[in-house]
T-cell receptor, first 114, second 108 residues
Framework: DAGVIQSPRHEVTEMGQEVTLRCKPI?????LFWYRQTMMRGLELLIY????????DSGMPEDRFSAKMPNASFSTLKIQPSEPRDSAVYFC????????????FGEGSRLTVL | KNEVEQSPQNLTAQEGEFITINCSYS?????LHWLQQHPGGGIVSLFM???GKKKHGRLIATINIQEKHSSLHITASHPRDSAVYIC??????????FGQGTRLTINP
């Protein structure tokens, strides 16, 4: 398996633009997580899905952020409109099973909002 | 106070030394992860444990649920072990809460 695949790896955009980050989890994994990493706050959970259903979105910063998982093999994290403080590395991760199972991370998407 | 505290924040050692990184947490957990993040940024899960001890090669992870404490040990450390090591606790079914990370540098 190719692992968790994220795109784009790097994105530079201007304030106010819409940003869409994409994630393809490992086939057969039924849990998917979006995390954000910044120098100031470290790693934080934004939202996670079980069987394509959002379970906990309490980490989503505000209404400008939205996440979808239309099917078991694809998820998006959208920021609209983007702001400079959204600059961070966004990681997607997936795992099999609800409690057990190793967590596999994608390589991350580094977002810079100017 | 953070729910997950790691110590030390930074650690520099010579090749071959025995390394210990500590993680203390203040919340109820169902499991604990140790993660490794290399300078390139990728994150790899090293261990997930809910009790006792696990070993993988030169890495050993222990957890004491009563004391709310976990340690990650590296024996015969090597420069390629240089990375940021992150402790993360599982709250509820799936939610991970992360420590701030320990930056380890192993000099040859």
């Amino acid at each position: 398996d190719a692992g968790v695949i994220q795109s784009p790896r790097h994105e530079v955009t201007e304030m106010g633009q819409e940003v869409t980050l994409r994630c393809k989890p490992i086939s057969g994994h039924n849990s998917l997580f979006w995390y954000r990493q910044t120098m100031m706050r470290g790693l934080e959970l934004l939202i996670y899905f079980n069987n394509n259903v959002p379970i906990d979105d309490s980490g989503m910063p505000e209404d400008r952020f939205s996440a979808k998982m239309p099917n078991a093999s694809f998820s998006t994290l959208k920021i609209q409109p983007s702001e400079p403080r959204d600059s961070a590395v966004y990681f997607c991760a997936s795992k099999a099973g609800r409690r057990s199972g190793e967590l596999f991370f994608g390589e991350g998407s580094r977002l810079t909002v100017l | 106070k953070n729910e997950v505290e790691q110590s030390p924040q930074n650690l520099t050692a010579q090749e071959g030394e025995f390394i210990t990184i500590n993680c203390s947490y203040s919340v109820g957990i169902s499991a604990l992860h140790w993660l490794q993040q290399h300078p390139g940024g990728g994150i790899v899960s090293l261990f997930m444990l809910s009790s006792g001890k696990k070993k993988h090669g030169r890495l050993i992870a222990t957890i004491n649920i009563q004391e709310k404490h976990s340690s990650l040990h590296i024996t015969a450390s090597h420069p390629r072990d240089s990375a940021v090591y992150i402790c993360a606790v599982v709250q509820g079914a799936q939610k991970l809460v992360f420590g701030q990370g320990t930056r380890l540098t192993i000099n040859p």
